[in-house]
């Protein structure tokens, strides 16, 4: 079985081969802003590879390692989503098997563990595998990687067996800069048998590379140059999919246990013909593709939700939606299979993979509903999209190709996948513009790439190959305990002393410098610093830098990262700082005091949740600032009323407990073990800090965790008792998708203010229901009334009040709101009605009817139009109505019998254009505005223009 499959690797390496076994990361990049997902198992580790570890972190020990590592290939650069389903071997989620070596084991080593697992664990025949190795690029300066070449033909491989290639095929580089080196493939032949040497990497799918060794002993420097590593390292990668199905005997991936139970739940529920293998553009082809779309995106889907990556509009979660969409589509357009079923298809990816991932068995009925919920949404979205196609098509005329701008709105407004659109268009003999198509997608990608560098900020972080060169230098990384280093006297005040340090590094840019000059941005790297720089979840720290006995030259701090172990402050620089000088540190208290206050409020507010909502409420994310704090949390759906409120009273009991915060470092396999800890999805330093609230850290592993108030692994600055706090007041809750509610919170003063705010608004609403009790007895009235409640309710929702009283705010003035248009509504018809009586009996029976209603608003003048045109059907009409200031509006209806001479709209545009206004509608029915002070001149216009036309 797969199962038996995957845990024979992990315990080959770890039983006989010294490994240390590490989980799979989640398919979200961990502060890897270059990855859409996690897309091979060597990511987690790319700070080792790249030699910018923390040295305090976990990770800063592995040497040998091995795993089995969830990954996603769909968006970014390696996107596999198109080609899923048209064949028999790609997927969107996969399994990446590997095994690593950081400065231990090297090439012969590596060789030789994979030939032992392959064909002695596994017993693949030894003449069914072929192997390559780089065999050098002249130009490049590159030699053979003859020593790999010779451990091979050592093991027994016949060099006919044995494979030269070149830069493309056998050289692995992380980027344009960084580590790279040769790598050596296994490939296995499914039975292309005399002449398959000839075809290993030509894309013959009986042949298919089964594990990759690469061997990383360069690193690529700025000016493309090569240097050897000072320590080698080893990543290997073998597709779990790939492997079982040479072990079961089959070429297709689909045809193994990781997806014929999925496969069969799809025969169950959709009653369509079951799953045959094939291949190509036949109608049981085309079913059998649609069988392999569901299957491989029901597993994406089902592992991403689990993650805590739901469908979006941007980056990732985009990329999700549209995968999503991609299975729905498949699953009613050519399965014709009833909804529901992809969600249903998530028990059955959970029974296959949830023994080796178990987070995916933890919440189904959540992730269920996610797809269901998607699922719903799209099927509407296609309805849409049909009738959208099928407008522009009739208006197209003898245009040719599809407009681009129609098919791009559909993809980013509606979710259509555009292979959807090309079959609905191939379906009507009808092209894409597709070189429109390609310049839109363009725009996009370049429009999608200045968002992120605003949202980030114009100015780059250190990059990790120049932590790396700060490493190998010998750089030390920086001490920052002293950020802990405040104190808390008898009358509540916190003191935050200055620090000093020395210059150990400086860079402009990405580039080492000895000195910054004066009016530069650079990066300064200290011996020791009580900054807090940019983690957990909480914003650095501000304040400022001054040189030891020279305090009129202050060096504004604008952002503090952390790298590798060094803390990285960004400086404006007013004079010439040199490495080596001597700095007195200040931060600026008051943002860190407020940090302080929020950060320990989140972990209070954590708790109550757990307390309101149950014990497996998880954090999904969270943020800190001076000003309010931001916590994601897992929910069945959006917070009731009734649980903010709960919440409410929770906090405030837990603030009003005044209890000390206790704090400590702890080995981090014994912090692990202390019962009702709560951590994030990061790597933690070695030993980790550990924080409690009211329990001591050291009686945690002793007493009872059900009485714990609060203990997590976190590195935050945090206050010394929870007093300070004062208040906590919840000012939002929505939900980012489902089953994630995004909460934002005030505490202190502003926390009261919010409270005073709620009351406030509470008693002008008050008042608000008061004055309506009373029907207004006038249209300008009940006009005023409704603008009012209208502004007053804009104030409610962007108020800063306790999101609990602004939902009863709103509801309160959503009916008022519905009273009072309704009592507008009422008093227009009976405006409209009564004007009409007079318009009709001041003119005969007419075919054109123009003429002036002062004071009336463009609603009565509409309901005029209305009446009139069924009164007199044959008469066309436009009614006018001056208001203050000079500002004319008009509306116009042309009868149906002249609508092919006189278009409404056309008539209302030349009008208000004769004002200097615009106007907009209908052949039908239009209207407009301007400004004029000669009313009967546009009268007369009006009448001209239309009478031309008749």
């Known amino acids: ?358 987070e995916l068995k933890q919440d189904m009925n959540q992730i269920m509903d996610v797809i269901e919920e998607g699922e719903t949404a799209f099927l509407s979205s296609l309805v849409r999209g049909r009738r959208v196609i099928d407008r522009t098509l009739r208006k197209m005329g003898d245009r040719e190709s599809f407009p681009a701008d129609v098919a791009w709105s559909l993809h980013r407004s509606l979710g259509f996948p555009l292979d959807l659109v090309g079959l609905m268009l191939d379906e009507k003999a009808v092209t894409m513009d597709t070189e429109g198509l390609e310049r839109l997608a363009k725009e996009e990608a370049e429009h999608s790439r200045g968002a992120a560098m605003a949202e980030t900020g114009a100015e780059p972080e250190l990059d990790p190959h120049t932590v790396s060169e700060l490493h190998r230098a010998r750089v030390p990384t920086t001490d920052d305990s002293p950020k802990y280093a405040y104190t808390l006297d008898a009358h509540g005040k916190y003191a935050f002393p200055s620090g000093q340090a020395t210059v150990l590094a400086l860079s402009l840019g990405q580039r080492l410098v000895q000195e910054v000059g004066p009016g530069q941005r650079g990066f300064v790297i200290l011996d020791r610093t009580n900054f807090y720089s940019e983690q957990g979840g909480q914003s650095c720290d501000q304040g400022f830098l001054v040189r030891e006995g020279q305090q009129d030259v202050v060096l504004p701090v604008l952002d503090v990262r952390v790298a590798g172990g060094f803390v990285i402050h960004r400086v404006l620089v007013p004079e010439c700082l040199r490495v080596g000088e001597r700095l007195e540190l200040f931060v600026d208290q008051a943002q860190r005091l407020g940090c302080m206050v929020k950060h320990t409020a989140t972990h209070l507010l954590m708790a109550a949740l757990c307390r309101v909502l149950g014990p497996r409420t998880q954090q999904r994310g969270s943020h800190v600032a001076a000003q309010r704090l931001r916590l994601d949390v897992s929910v069945k759906g959006p917070l009731t009323d009734g649980q903010l409120a709960e919440l409410d009273a929770a906090v405030q009991a837990l603030i009003g407990r005044d209890e000390e915060v206790h704090t400590a470092e702890l080995p981090l396999q014994r912090a692990l073990q202390i019962a009702g800890l709560r951590k994030a999805n990061e790597v933690y330093l070695d030993p980790v800090r550990v924080v409690s609230i009211g329990t001591p850290v050291e009686q945690l592993h002793s007493s009872d965790w059900a009485q714990h108030t609060s203990v997590e692994l976190c590195c935050g600055t945090h206050l010394l008792r929870t007093g300070l706090i004062q208040d906590l007041v919840i000012v939002s809750e929505r939900q980012l998708a489902k089953g994630i509610s995004r909460l934002i919170a005030v505490t202190g003063q502003e926390a009261k203010q919010a409270r005073a705010l709620g009351s406030a608004l509470c008693e002008e609403v008050d008042s608000l229901c008061e004055r309506s009790q009373t029907a207004p007895a006038s249209l300008p009235v009940a006009q005023r009334q409704a603008k009012d409640i209208g502004r007053l309710t804009d104030v409610v929702d962007g108020a800063t009040v306790p999101q609990r009283e602004r939902r009863q705010l709103q509801q309160r003035l959503r009916a008022l709101q519905q009273v009072a248009n309704n009592r507008v509504r009422r008093l227009e018809d009976q405006a409209a009605a009564v004007e009409l009586r007079v318009v009709l009996a001041q003119s005969p029976d007419q075919v054109l009817l123009v003429d002036m209603i002062p004071g009336q608003p463009v609603t009565v003048l509409g309901k005029m139009v209305k009446l009139l045109s069924v009164e007199r059907p044959h008469c066309s009409v436009m009614l006018l109505s001056s208001h203050p200031g000079g500002k004319v509006v008009c509306v116009c209806g042309v009868a149906q019998d002249l609508q092919n001479s006189l278009s409404a709209v056309d008539w209302a545009l030349a009008v208000c254009a004769g004002m200097g206004g615009n106007a907009g509608g209908s052949a039908h029915t239009a209207k407009g505005v301007g400004s004029s002070s000669n009313l009967e001149e546009v009268i007369q216009m009006a009448v001209q223009y239309a009478r031309s036309r008749m």
């Open 1 to 358: 079985s797969a199962a038996s499959v995957r845990d024979t690797f992990l315990r080959f390496f770890t039983e006989q081969q010294q490994h240390r076994e590490v989980r799979s990361a989640p398919v979200i990049p961990r502060a890897d802003p270059s990855l859409l997902f996690v897309n091979a198992g060597m990511n987690q580790f790319k700070p080792l590879i790249l030699g910018s570890v923390d040295p305090r972190s976990e990770m800063a020990g592995y040497r040998r390692v091995v795993n089995s590592q969830k990954c996603m290939r769909a968006g970014g650069k390696h996107n596999d989503l198109e080609d899923v389903g048209r064949d028999l071997y790609h997927h969107t989620f996969f399994e990446m098997l590997g095994n690593w070596s950081f400065g231990d084991f090297f090439k012969e080593e590596a060789c030789s563990m994979a030939w032992e697992l392959l064909t002695e664990k596994y017993g693949i025949p030894p003449d069914r595998l072929y192997v390559t190795y780089f065999g050098g690029d002249p130009g490049a300066g590159l030699p053979a990687d003859s020593e790999t070449r010779d451990v091979w033909l050592s093991l027994g491989l016949p060099s006919e067996r044995v494979l030269p290639f070149g830069l493309d095929c056998n050289f692995w580089e992380m980027g344009e800069t960084g580590p790279c080196g040769p790598c050596t493939e296994i490939h296995y032949d499914h039975g292309v048998g005399e002449g398959a040497a000839a075809q290993v990497n030509a894309g013959n799918p009986g042949l298919v590379e089964l594990w990759n060794l690469v061997f990383m002993q360069y690193h690529r420097e700025a000016d493309s140059s090569l240097q050897p590593l000072p320590r080698y390292s080893v990543d290997t990668g073998m597709g779990l999919e790939r492997l079982v199905a040479v072990l079961q005997g089959t070429t297709s991936n689909y045809d193994t246990d990781l997806f014929t139970p999925i496969l069969d739940t799809i025969h169950q529920r959709s009653g369509a013909q079951r799953y045959g293998g094939l291949v190509g553009s036949s109608p049981a082809a085309s079913l059998d593709t649609a069988y392999r779309v569901l299957a491989d995106h029901a597993r994406a889907l089902t592992v991403c939700i689990a993650d805590g990556l739901y469908p979006g509009m941007s980056g990732a979660p985009l990329v999700l939606r549209r995968i999503l969409r991609r299975a729905v589509r498949f699953s009613a357009e050519v399965l014709r299979a009833p909804a529901g079923l992809l969600a249903s298809l998530v028990p059955s990816v959970a029974e296959t993979l949830g023994a080796a991932y178990p």
